[in-house]
């Protein structure tokens, strides 16, 4: 199972917004809404922020939200803040009923 | 206090065997499916591993498979991984993760250990 495809790095200004792509294929991004997101400051654990797709556990700002097109799905978050400054991952269920990181997008706050 | 504890990370040569551990508290542990995942120094998170809330079912990533097993014991609440011929890119902080939901894996992780370091080298 290849990893999900995720851009290296993607940057903004405070305020701005910025969209996070994660490629995928018909046996897993494509076919199941088993997608989330996770968000991994340095030297921490990785937090959940968007499960299924664009559903925010309590207490994840609404200024993150996730879609899904095809096989793609993207993690946006807006009005960006210096505390937003992290490595996200995204998620997916596979055909294979194993589960597939994408390789991670550092997020840098100008 | 809610919190996984992960333990028995260490140094080992390749080829041999590894036992991980990782002890739960906070919440009802023999209700929810519990994982492994894994990162590479300066690398991304990679998935290991799977299971059920009973022990009944378990899945694997396609790079252990055959080589490592995960099991649990709910009378302790803590969840194990048995690494065996291991080489060194299983070298890795290794995490254990809760699964979101009770009785289902949903294959979301709503709480993480801090993580044990595994280093495979000679």
């Known amino acids: 199972q290849s990893a999900l495809t995720q851009p290296p790095s993607v940057s903004g200004s405070p305020g701005q917004s910025v969209t996070i792509s994660c490629s995928g294929t018909s046996s897993d991004v494509g076919t199941y809404n088993r997608v989330s997101w996770y968000q991994q400051p340095p030297g921490t654990a990785p937090k959940l922020m968007i499960y299924e797709v664009s559903n925010r556990p309590s207490g994840v700002p609404d200024r993150f939200s996730g879609s899904k097109s095809g096989n793609t799905a993207s993690l946006t978050i807006s009005g960006l803040q210096a505390e937003d400054e992290a490595d996200y991952y995204c998620t997916s269920y596979t055909r294979s009923t194993t589960l597939v990181f994408g390789g991670g997008t550092k997020l840098t706050v100008l | 206090q809610v919190q996984l504890v992960e333990s028995g990370g260490g140094v080992v040569q390749p080829g041999r065997s590894l036992r991980l551990s990782c002890a739960a508290s906070g919440f009802t542990f023999s209700s929810y499916g519990m994982h492994w995942v894994r990162q590479a120094p300066g690398k991304g998170l990679e998935w290991v591993a799977v299971?059920?809330?009973?022990?009944?079912?378990?899945y694997y990533g396609d790079s252990v498979e055959g080589r490592f097993t995960i099991s649990r014991d709910n009378s302790k609440n803590t969840v194990f991984l048995q690494m065996n011929s291991l080489r060194p890119e299983d070298a890795a902080v290794y995490y254990c993760?809760?699964?979101?939901?009770?009785?289902?894996?949903?294959?979301?992780?709503?709480?993480w250990g801090r993580g044990t370091l595994v280093t495979v080298s000679s």
């Open positions: 299971v059920s809330y009973d022990g009944s079912n378990k």
């Open positions: 993760a809760k699964d979101t939901y009770t009785w289902a894996i949903i294959w979301y992780f709503d709480l």
